[in-house]
């Protein structure tokens, strides 16, 4: 797993987004693995309040900036 990537993120967006790691080859997560389709390390997903995905990266290290314009979008309320 991406350990410094996860690390930093959880630490830039600490308040204001829940960071969660899944081990994909681990029997406790396969519901995760197969609700969001997770086939590759690293995958970063995000999603909504009620886990709709709104975002996902696979491979390589997650852009902050892109994370933040997605968050910013989420807190927006809908019209």
Same mark, same amino acid.
């Given at each position: 797993?991406?350990?410094?990537?996860? =690390? #930093?993120?959880? &630490?830039?967006?600490?308040?204001?987004?829940?960071?969660?790691?899944? =081990?994909?080859?681990?029997?406790?997560? @396969?519901?995760?693995? *197969?609700?969001?389709?997770? &086939?590759?390390?690293?995958?970063?997903?995000?999603? =909504?309040? @009620? #886990?709709?995905?709104?975002?996902? @990266?696979v #491979?390589?290290?997650?852009d *902050?900036?892109?994370?933040? @314009? *997605?968050?910013? #979008?989420?807190?927006?309320? &809908? *019209?």
């Amino acid at each position: 797993m991406a350990r410094p990537s996860v =690390d #930093g993120l959880e &630490r830039a967006l600490h308040g204001r987004m829940a960071v969660v790691r899944v =081990d994909i080859e681990s029997p406790a997560a @396969q519901m995760v693995v *197969r609700r969001y389709g997770l &086939r590759a390390t690293p995958t970063y997903v995000l999603v =909504d309040g @009620q #886990g709709n995905e709104v975002w996902r @990266q696979v #491979g390589g290290s997650p852009d *902050r900036a892109v994370i933040e @314009q *997605r968050l910013a #979008g989420l807190a927006r309320p &809908r *019209r």
